[in-house]
């Protein structure tokens, strides 16, 4: 297990989406922009999935995944295994979430299942000679 | 193969950085924005390499890659396969590419090679009912 900063963390929260990043069990990389995540504490990351589709079908057969995000000059990559809960209090506390924060918008979505994303490793993707370093 | 649209190669130009996804030939994906980036053609991406490291070892052993960029609600996701370029004159020419970018900001960068993607496909990476959709 790997642990997030305090600066990470803020960081994670402040960014309006990362990239979720999977693969098939032959190597076939993927990756899409993910918007609706949640830290639930310092090394665990929930991402409400709505609209998941190749990148379903990769962790359902291959849990490893890279989550990347940065701003600016300054980028963390999560790496570790999830798991996929479609009942449960999480499921449930995220679909009410979904729900209010769309309908807000005006668009109303709706929750297919939650992404739960244990963290193993956390590496520096910041341009420099420190990039891909590994932090924790 | 496929071409990107005039308003795909819009956006890929104005996004400020895209994530390159790798994966090793067992399936551990990989993500890193890239930024030093531009069109060779609608179906031809150029990436410089100053500071990449796993994604480097990924693709010389499995070439498949996955290019997200996207802004707001609208983005892309280029699939194909990469080779690497490390003389020759798109090389050359790169390398004072970013030489003259990186020095002009004050902090000046090497090329170590090229990364030239052929698009295979391209799917839709915005968030809706499309999302996943295959697009060219």
């Given at each position: 297990m790997a642990k997030m900063t305090e600066r990470m963390q803020e960081l994670f929260k402040k960014v309006p989406a990362a990239v979720l990043c999977t693969a098939t069990n032959d190597g076939s990389p993927n990756g899409v922009p993910v918007g609706a995540k949640r830290l639930i504490d310092a090394e665990t990351v929930l991402i409400s999935d709505q609209f998941l589709n190749k990148t379903l079908a990769n962790m359902k057969s291959n849990p490893r995944v890279a989550l990347t995000f940065w701003e600016g000059h300054e980028g963390?990559?999560?790496?570790?295994?999830?798991?996929?809960?479609?009942?449960?209090?999480?499921?449930e506390e995220t679909?009410?979430?979904?729900?209010?924060?769309?309908?807000?918008?005006?668009?109303?979505?709706?929750?297919?299942?939650?992404?739960?994303?244990?963290?193993?490793?956390?590496?520096?993707?910041?341009?420099?000679?420190?990039?891909?370093?590994k932090l924790s």
């Open positions: 963390y990559q999560l790496k570790g295994t999830v798991t996929i809960e479609t009942t449960g209090p999480r499921f679909s009410r979430w979904i729900e209010e924060r769309s309908t807000q918008s005006g668009n109303p979505l709706k929750c297919k299942g939650v992404v739960i994303l244990k963290i193993d490793e956390i590496y520096g993707v910041a341009p420099g000679p420190g990039a891909g370093k």
